[in-house]
């Protein structure tokens, strides 16, 4: 008889109900909301081909040989630049490039968290990161949001009685939500942070795919002026504005923190593949990708205008939902009960998926919400797919 | 004043003083036996260049979308089939693709490991294991080795008195020592597995690299034969034989494990660099790895007997050790005592660097010891080398 005991921290880990529903999303003729994945139509076949070219031609070794854990220099460099133009103000030895934001959080929060640990996420919130805390036997709590991001002073209670360790959000054009945390909260949150002693992780996946011209300042700068810039870690990846199979994002954090981090990533995994730093790097001396977003900001723009007003006009007496500036998703919420898993399906069988809002939330899931993604379904699938929803009641 | 305390696993490793001292192994002039790395002059270079050239025109979506977190079909197809060569007779099911060995060791450690469980290694044993299972806060238990492996009768006696969750080795041409397991210890080790009911991790990066035609059969060979295959964990790599720039690993896992194993992975890095396993699989169906492992096989034999013969010559008084017979490390030790670490100083003045052998132990370090590697050093550089160590006595 076989010792099949598993560690305590994966044992708790469950296959995703969602992940099983979404296998069938790919059966033919299935139109797809479900996934987060970037269209493959927007990747800059030219230029990754031009990139592959000169790396294999004079980067070879570069790409092919073990690297430093923290990251392929000319990238940490490349990165730090690309930071600055968001207003993330680091010098290069503060970026350290990861296999992707996933492994961000991963090596942030084995590095940050002791089991127990309080970490604060916004409800609802990025469905993996709440794998990486569960992993990290972490104690999740979670604080409402509204369509201005988390209700920062839910958070303010919450810090009166309990002691909070990190919290972690997406500010800009949320996943799933896909809200934005007003200027205002974003202010008061790091004053919060510096008052209250706790880490800020902020995941910014999707900042530059922005419908709009507005500004919106990282919290990594308001905690620069507030003279705490230490409590915060960044994190960003170039899968939804260059190509996610290449694995490459990148933390921004302070010192104190950075050193063990790295020795976590170098037993995580050595090193990021060089291959793929190389051709980022070589990429972006290309000045080829502020023009590329420009392309996929305009294409999700056109596409979740299209989503939205099918929506509104087919689906409008039975959900309601706010209008993204931005991202991949729209977050919708039947106006009355309803259980949006149980629904799936139906929709199933009528041939359009979504993810069920539940999978987003630690605690107290509302069944009545769904997230669906238009980055991968042209604005006639969309509006088809908002056809069969509605033939779906 | 911020909250700085770091979660304890990661607090307890420390940066290593090798790697520090390694830093200068990059000066000019100074010849390096440190590194475990491969030579970059035997990268298949024609075959990477063209398998690229094939993924660029042909896989191209498949190399920069998103993937599944088991891996790239093909490339665990292809995988099966090389590792059924070696006496590895698993279905392409039980492949899990990984960011190389190290995540194979990390993700495993962190599914299988709760703080405390007894893991056993080798002493000495590989330096980056040691991290992956401090950073799981397991009870790493270490038992001796000889010129035929792990002493396993040793190993027999802690199993009376000591609940044993795995038992980790490298059994072929190991890191640092060099050494192969003999047969009887293969057996004898998985009928123990059998017994005493513990996992056995079976790390083998550098079986291919034989300089005879002997042929080692594998723990997990054994394992299928003693009914107890579901036990064994057989996890490889391409960073030897291929290009570690890529990050490309395996592991070979039963069911019971894979199935959490999977979703640790998912949360760590939700799959692994696509452009590289597109990569991999394709420069595999050209049927040129059998041909170019053989080109480092030749290669590496006779660095080996050039470093050895010059260490018989000119440090034969001062140095015992037994001939490697695969591999990529030579693994001495002074006849008298001495401390292999501060001597480093003196060596690293004369122009030559190697790994202090303390680094591979868990506990009672042997400060004799030291580890040579010669694959990246020509003949006539490892004749230089040996020279300057003499000049350091």
């Known amino acids: 008889m076989h010792d099949r005991r598993l560690a305590a921290r994966a044992g ?35 230029g990754l081909n031009l990139a592959v070219q000169q790396v294999m031609n004079g980067r070879f070794n570069d790409a092919f040989q073990y690297g430093l854990t923290e990251g392929y220099p000319p990238l940490r460099q490349a990165v730090s630049e690309l930071c600055q133009a968001r207003g993330v103000d680091c010098p290069a030895s503060h970026v350290y490039i990861t296999s992707g934001s996933q492994q961000s959080l991963d090596i942030v929060a ?52 309990t002691r909070v360790k990190a919290v972690y959000l997406v500010p800009t054009f949320g996943n799933p939500g896909g809200k934005t945390l007003s200027e205002a909260r974003r202010r008061r949150l ?21 419908f709009t011209d507005e500004v919106r300042r990282p919290l990594y700068q308001h905690a620069v002026e507030l003279g705490c810039v230490d ?50 790097a070589e990429y972006l001396s290309m000045n080829r990708l502020e023009k590329q977003i420009a392309l996929i900001r305009e294409d999700y723009r056109k596409k979740c205008v299209a989503l939205a007003d099918a929506l509104e006009s087919q689906l409008g007496e039975h959900l309601e939902f706010s209008r993204p500036k931005g991202g991949m998703f729209l977050w919708a919420r039947f106006r009355y009960p309803f259980d949006t898993m149980e629904w799936m399906k139906k929709t199933l069988e009528n041939g359009v998926v979504y993810v069920p809002g539940e999978a987003f939330y630690n605690d107290n899931p509302d ?17 088809t797919a908002v056809e069969r929803l509605a033939k779906s009641l």
């Open 110 to 161: 084995r590095t940050l968290l002791d089991p127990g640990d309080a970490i604060v996420v916004e409800r609802p919130t990025y469905l993996a990161a709440l794998q990486v805390f569960q992993l990290a036997q972490a104690n999740i709590l979670s604080v409402d949001t509204n369509d201005d991001g988390m209700l920062v002073e839910q958070l303010a209670d919450l810090l009166e009685t």
């Open 231 to 280: 409590q915060v870690v960044y994190t960003s990846t170039f899968s939804k504005i260059l190509a996610p199979g290449m694995r490459i994002g990148w933390i921004v954090m302070p010192d104190w923190l950075a050193q063990q981090t790295v020795i976590v990533k170098q037993a995580a995994d050595l090193h990021t593949n060089m291959l793929s730093q190389v051709i980022t």
């Open 367 to 383: 069944t009545r919400t769904l997230r669906l993604s238009y980055s991968t379904v042209s604005a006639d699938g969309l509006m």
């Open 190 to 210: 790091v004053e919060l942070a510096k008052k209250h002693d706790f880490v800020i992780i902020e995941d910014d996946p999707y900042g530059e795919i922005s």
């Open 12 to 46: 708790e880990l469950k296959p995703s109900a969602v992940r099983e529903l979404l296998k069938h999303s790919k059966l033919p003729g299935v139109i797809s909301l479900g996934g987060g994945i970037p269209a493959p139509e927007l990747f800059d076949t030219e």
